[in-house]
């Protein structure tokens, strides 16, 4: 019993440095688009791993808790200030805050199906938030592509959408993805791609 009750209490404090690690990343921003979004330094990684290492559960859970820390940063950053109706501002913070950012807790979905699960998991994790973000942009900022001087933006709000969230969300799955694939192929961290 002893033994199962430190497992916990190190599962525990490993989340704790994961989500502190994907919160403290995701301040580095080597590339921020003028129209909004920003790339981060593999912000998304440290959560796509702890997935992978721990299963679904606990990755969901961790990433959870990750999205209710977007989502104050988003009420920090002026979220309440946009002017939204209620029904418009929960569709936000379910799509943008929640659902987005906990879905990066399914990266760990193949994880006993080898490095080609674990690769496919996180592919999966990042594009299921991309796409709720997609999502998002259609029913909820959908008025926002009037920012865009053309038609074309204006009177489609899913190309818009696709446009201005897949700027930043495309290259952080890239870049996630080969580094996750550097990570798994190195002896000191490849460990921490190993189900538990």
Known sequence: MAKNN????????????????SIALSFVRPIRLQWGGSITL??????CMFSIRYGLLKGISLAFLYSLYQFAQGVSGGLLGYGLSATMLLCCILFDYILAYTSI???GAFRKRGSVGKILGIVFALSLRFAFHVISGVVV???VGQ????ELFVNNSLLYSL??????MLPEIVFTTIFSV??????FSKKYFVPR
């Open 6 to 21: 430190n497992s916990n209490v190190y599962v525990l404090v490993e989340g704790a440095v994961v989500l502190a690690l």
């Open 42 to 47: 593999m912000s998304m990684l440290p959560l």
């Open 105 to 107: 807790g399914l990266a």
């Open 141 to 143: 900022w959908k008025s």
């Open 147 to 150: 920012l865009w001087d053309s």
């Open 163 to 168: 446009i201005y969230n897949g700027a930043y």
């Open 182 to 187: 550097v990570l798994m192929k190195n002896i």
